[in-house]
């Protein structure tokens, strides 16, 4: 369900940025739809949110905003989320020595319209990730190469960037997952729900139904709805729309080809059907959807203001 959770996010565009404060410091993050981490690479801080006690987070903590919940952060702790000032742009410089330093690096996929999978939804508004780094080699080794492509503009960082967001996302989903799975909703492991799952990804194009979906999962169409329904989050119909358009919006954000191409391997008949179910859900055409989301070849520190302008993806009724 994680590749499934980052799927969903490729419809909007990755950012990443480095940020550092010092002495008397405090500012907030406004709510976003879409998912959101902080890894905080020196210093230590407090995570301020609208419930529960404040945070102590120290260096190595990563801060997980499964689905875009406003949160602060301050060097001293604080309940009133309200009295932190609205960080409106990242900025970062060396730190000076001072003892109540923070050096950030943050990330997220915003989307204008989320509908984020059960998965998702069911992990708390914020998760804090205190991780044994020499337990997981591998998250210290994303973490220092996001830091590194975070402090320099150079060629290819736009590519490179997208697949570090996606895989510290990953990784801290999963340790996020582990960390709160008790008393969660079980995710998915009936294997007939998950083989379904599986061939509507591999082959989006096919011309599924509830009896074809259910002979899949060898279960009539009537209970093959109801349990993936309880499982999913959404009914089968729906979320192969879902994966149809998220998949439509990563092939226009990441590829030259002819939208009639794109309509065929996403499973609509005609360039026309394939428009109007794009403009449906995000509110926009695909050429359109294309065009602003290649109008930024790479993401740069003036690009980060909190205003910018990126496609969603809903979940079909």
């Known amino acids: 369900m994680i590749s499934e959770a980052i799927g969903a996010l490729h419809a909007g565009r990755p950012f990443a940025a480095r940020a550092s404060r010092q ?9 976003i739809g879409g998912m959101g981490f902080h890894v905080v690479v020196g210093g230590e801080g407090w995570l301020t949110t609208a419930a529960g006690p404040p945070r102590r987070l120290r260096t190595g903590d990563v801060v997980l905003v499964p689905y875009g919940t406003e949160h602060g952060l301050s060097h001293r702790a604080t309940s009133r989320l309200g009295e932190l000032p609205m960080m409106l742009e990242p900025s970062w410089s060396e730190p000076a020595g001072d003892s109540t330093h923070i050096d950030l690096v943050l990330g997220c996929y915003r989307l204008d319209q989320p509908r984020l999978q059960r998965f998702v ?16 080699p591998e998250m210290r080794a994303l973490i220092e190469m996001l830091s590194a492509d975070v402090s320099a503009e150079t060629p290819g960082t736009s590519a490179t960037r997208a697949a570090l967001v996606d895989l510290t996302l990953a990784h801290a989903l999963r340790h996020g997952w582990e960390q709160t799975r008790h008393g969660m909703s079980p995710v998915v492991t009936d294997p007939g729900i998950a083989a379904a799952i599986e061939q509507m990804h591999l082959h989006p194009q096919r011309p599924w139904t509830l ?7 060898g279960m009539s169409r009537t209970t093959f709805k109801q349990q993936f329904t309880a ?6 119909i729906g979320y192969l729309i879902e ?16 939208l009639a191409v794109i309509a065929r391997q996403v499973g609509y008949s005609s360039a026309y059907a394939f428009g109007n179910a794009f403009r449906r859900r995000f ?15 790479a993401m740069t520190a003036a690009a980060t ?4 302008d990126v496609g969603g993806v809903e979940t079909a009724g």
């Open 23 to 31: 002495g008397e410091w405090g500012f907030r993050l406004p709510g």
């Open 121 to 136: 939804r069911d992990l708390p508004p914020v998760v804090v990730i205190s991780l044994d780094q020499d337990r997981h």
């Open 211 to 217: 009896q074809s979906l259910g002979e899949v999962a």
């Open 231 to 236: 499982m999913v989050g959404t009914p089968p």
């Open 243 to 258: 994966w149809r358009l998220a998949s439509a919006a990563r092939a226009l954000r990441e590829s030259a080809a002819p």
């Open 283 to 297: 509110g926009v055409s695909p050429g359109r959807f294309r065009q602003r989301a290649t109008a930024v070849p």
């Open 305 to 308: 203001r909190t205003d910018l």
